[in-house]
């Protein structure tokens, strides 16, 4: 018998702190966890480095952490979303901090990638413009990246977002308004030239 | 509306804009406003999971270190453990009924977690378990949300109900023990010489408390343990809350008859039986059977 269930049995509709207390109490429920939160993760990781490669490697390492760290989660202290991404912010911090500057692949390696794949036109095109809107994103301030990545690669909402940068929920809000319109601005200057 | 007041009106409509049920109702917004709005309509579909070489390597690598922590957590040794349930909101309904009715179901379910050499049925919500021994004298810790109380005649550990914080509270009188608990505490009018009441230990579980009461002799303890097992009452109509209690040991255990109760000796120094969904336990180091019979029928 490998599979023990001692602990919490908790039967409600599924949420994000019911998947971490089931898998603290029972680790194979981790699939679940990794499941549920493994898009976003990525989402998250590729927004803030760039390249799919290394946004493979960190994102697995932030589930090993995860993984270890997860008997230390006590869900009345925040939301697991937020304990998670605070360790995915970390480990990326660390990473870029080694890298010392914050290299990205040219748009042209990119597009070698893109086109060396062997996929269908549409989905070349498709991640030639997520390439190029990463490219643009990557011009952008430190702190102006992180909140597009926890806005649309984590998910988070402003209030975490808020909590995690150490920011009034408003001063988040405002911050995310700026940069969406400075974004808009850059991409408008890039389809001019 | 200044900036501010858009930024936080953008803020608002964001959520709904990423879960793409938002429609545009703001054509009376500033151009800024519009275009914010446009790129978030454009990052907020954007995915670049389909583009990861690892998804699948990975899940099967993370659940193959899960199950080795999970082998590593169940090298344990007599301890006593409870399962708790709690079933809340009316989907639940098919389930709220088979435990309530037929509670062997869950009390089968969690014995099954086992590989039991011997198991003794205690009660609906209760047994007593023989395992296999394991690697290490030490239990490793099980939840990270578990109370755990070490005494002399075992571990014993449980979890607190949602939203309670996993804390023993300890008290040196049955009285102050007895205003903290919703059921009636038992005091013993025998015990051998020299025993008098030293602590009371009062662990949250499923909505009720485990109660362990200590009495100190001059070397060793003898415990009396109170562990209301089956549906428990909760403040929240809609939430039923409940615990099963299970001991589980390495050592021997024994059935025994305990003036026409089934009742276990385990691991040669606690006696345990279970009435009404209440599981009792009297234990000492050098207790005899004799001794422990004699202190449990003495129970008020």
Do not use: C
């Not at chain 1, 939160?37 to 493979?56: C, H, I, K, Q, T």
């Not at chain 1, 070698?112 to 095109?125: F, I, K, R, W």
């Not at chain 2, 579909?45 to 169940?74: D, G, V």
């Amino acid at each position: 018998m490998d599979t023990p269930i001692l602990g919490t049995l908790t039967l409600t509709p599924i949420d994000e702190e019911t998947l971490a207390k089931r898998a603290q109490a029972d680790r194979a429920a981790f699939a679940a966890v990794y499941d549920h939160f493994f898009r976003r993760v990525y989402n998250y990781v590729r927004y803030r480095v760039g390249e799919a490669e290394a946004a493979d490697d960190l994102t697995a390492q932030i589930f090993e952490q995860v993984l270890r760290h997860l008997p230390k989660y006590r869900p009345h202290r925040g939301l697991f979303a937020a304990w998670l991404f605070r360790i995915a912010r970390t480990a990326i911090y660390d990473y870029l901090r080694q890298q010392r500057r914050h290299p990205r692949l040219s748009l042209e390696a990119l597009e070698d990638q893109a086109s060396n794949q062997l996929e269908p036109d549409q989905q070349v095109e498709e991640r030639l413009h997520r390439a190029y809107l990463l490219n643009v994103i990557a011009t952008l301030s430190e702190r102006e990246q992180e909140i597009i990545a926890l806005k649309f690669g984590a998910g988070l909402t402003n209030r975490q977002i808020a909590d995690l940068l150490k920011l009034s929920q408003s001063n988040a809000g405002v911050i995310l308004y700026r940069t969406l319109g400075k974004l808009r601005g850059l991409l408008h200057a890039e389809e001019n030239r | 509306m200044n900036e501010e007041d858009w930024a936080d009106y953008f803020s608002r409509e964001l959520d709904g804009l990423i879960s793409q049920t938002e429609k545009d109702s703001t054509r009376s917004a500033p151009a800024d406003f519009h275009e914010a709005r446009q790129v978030a309509t454009t990052l907020a579909q954007l995915n670049f999971s389909a583009e990861s070489r690892q998804r699948e390597k990975l899940r099967r690598r993370l659940l193959a270190q899960a199950h080795q922590s999970q082998e590593a957590q169940m090298k344990m040794l007599h301890w006593r453990h409870a399962l708790t349930w709690s079933i809340i909101g009316t989907v639940t309904v098919l389930m709220l009924t088979l435990t309530l009715f037929y509670p062997g179901g869950v009390a089968a379910a969690a014995q099954n977690v086992y590989d039991a050499l011997r198991s003794i049925v205690l009660g609906d919500y209760s047994r007593a378990m023989q395992t296999k021994p394991s690697a290490g004298n030490d239990p490793a810790p099980l939840l990270p949300d578990m109370w755990k109380i070490r005494t002399e005649i075992g571990n014993f550990a449980g979890n607190a109900p949602p939203g309670v914080e996993p804390l023993v509270r300890s008290v040196t009188t049955l009285e102050e023990a007895q205003a903290l608990v919703n059921f009636h505490l038992t005091t013993p009018t025998y015990l051998p010489d020299g025993y008098v009441l030293r602590e009371v230990k009062l662990a949250p579980i499923g909505g009720t408390h485990w109660v362990l009461s200590f009495y100190g002799g001059a070397v060793h303890d003898i415990i009396i343990v109170q562990m209301p097992g089956g549906p428990q009452p909760s403040p929240n109509p809609n939430e039923v809350h409940g615990v099963y209690d299970g001991i589980i040991t390495t050592e021997p255990i024994e059935e025994i008859d305990f003036d026409g109760r089934t009742a276990a000796w385990i691991d040669g120094k606690a006696l345990v039986w279970s009435v009404d969904n209440m599981t009792y336990e009297v234990g000492g180091v050098g207790l005899t059977p004799t001794e422990a019979k004699q202190i449990a029928r003495s129970l008020r």
